[in-house]
């Protein structure tokens, strides 16, 4: 067969270089078709573990929690109030060692950052921050949520 | 230059069957490479935006800490132990929301769920789980964290 080939036109498919060729494009697309599987599998098992891992860290805060709360059926106070504090401690570094940062609201209001619930006549410069009503935060780039604040109008007039 | 090769000797590679396995075969490698660096990036978005929806959920119980936090600074506390409960209550329902259950540890001794710490004469059945030092919790299939229990050895005899 291969020296009848060599002489004679040889068809498509059994020239060795196309055989090969073909052969090779096969094992490409086998393994790309395996990839695509197995990626995603993966990606619900990374979402899982990610996620996993995140409420993992959140257990030692709910038996904080459940101490606290046996502290407060009990009335011991100052109990209770170290329990919060530790709790809030606790929490607080968990999503800050997670990227969580708050919002800084001093000075210009920022629309990208902040969302203003209303304004006030002030002395403050017109437009600056003048108050808080909810703490906001970034992770990363993004804005989790926007800080929630009153910012400063003119001052009325008297007259 | 087509005419010449279609009479003469083609060299392997021009031949227009190899010349085209070539091309898909390039085409499907370069379809495999996108799809493998698209793969990469997608899975640390996913990462990213399972954790950004947990974090997100985790900022309302941080406010209510800090309202907490405050009415301990002020000595409030029916506010402060309101608080605890509240934010318990919502730490517990955030967990249990995302597939985290508690581990009973009622009856038997279960080595896959339950780490024994200690095991203390009593007169409840022999490996029986008689106390409960820390709660476990799964995720799914996965023990997240052993119930870590004390069991029953044999009550100590008087003789």
């Not at 935060?137 to 009153?150: E, F």
């Amino acid at each position: 067969m291969t020296l009848e080939n060599e002489e004679g036109q040889a068809p498509q498919g059994s020239d060795p270089a196309v055989a090969e060729m073909e052969d090779r494009l096969l094992r490409v697309a086998a393994d790309f078709d395996n990839f695509k599987k197995r990626a995603a599998r993966e990606r619900n098992e990374y979402i899982a573990l990610a996620n996993e891992r995140l409420l993992k860290e959140l257990l030692p805060i709910l038996d904080d929690l459940e101490r606290a709360l046996d502290a407060v059926g009990q009335h011991e106070e100052a109990t209770v109030e170290e329990g919060v504090r530790l709790v809030h401690r606790s929490l607080a570094a968990l999503l800050e060692r997670n990227g969580v940062r708050e919002i800084a609201t001093e000075g210009k209001f920022d629309p990208h950052v902040h969302e203003a619930l209303l304004s006030q006549p002030s002395e403050a410069e017109e437009g600056s921050v003048i108050d808080v009503v909810q703490k906001g935060y970034t992770l990363g780039d993004r804005v989790v949520r926007p800080a929630r604040v009153v910012i400063a109008s003119a001052p009325e007039s008297d007259g």
